[in-house]
């Protein structure tokens, strides 16, 4: 049983910057990649990014290069997404999942991701 919980949502206005935190709690045997995805009202959850165990690979959906950053530190079993220059278009639900099947690498679907936190919620105004 692995248990997530996402942190540091909030309203912000465009331009502004927020950092989501996600703690990553239970029995995780094995290695996991982790990633944050977020969903928007009526729409398909969507992938934002990813980054590997050890930290040395990240990804980024395109809207989000340059603007947001996912680290990890593994000593204190926490996961981050530094969002700067926010859009309105940024406004969601935004949640952490951990993939344990991954290996060393990343996978940036939906499916793949095998625990997933709660959400926080993020609203950019205009």
């Known amino acids: 049983q692995v248990q997530l919980v996402e942190s540091g949502g909030g309203l912000v206005q465009a331009g502004g910057s927020l950092r989501l935190s996600c703690t990553v709690s239970g029995r995780t045997f094995s290695s996991y990649a982790m990633g944050w995805f977020r969903q928007a009202p009526g729409k398909e959850r969507e992938f934002v990014a990813a980054i590997s165990w050890s930290g040395r690979h990240t990804y980024y959906a395109d809207s989000m290069k340059g603007r947001f950053t996912i680290s990890r530190d593994n000593a204190k079993n926490m996961v981050y997404l530094q969002m700067n220059s926010l859009k309105p278009e940024d406004t969601a639900v935004y949640y952490c999942?951990?993939?344990?099947?991954?290996?060393?690498?990343?996978?940036?679907?939906?499916?793949?991701?095998?625990?997933w936190g709660q959400g926080t919620q993020v609203t950019v105004s205009s």
């Open positions: 999942a951990a993939d344990l099947n991954t290996g060393s690498g990343i996978r940036i679907s939906v499916h793949e991701y095998d625990y």
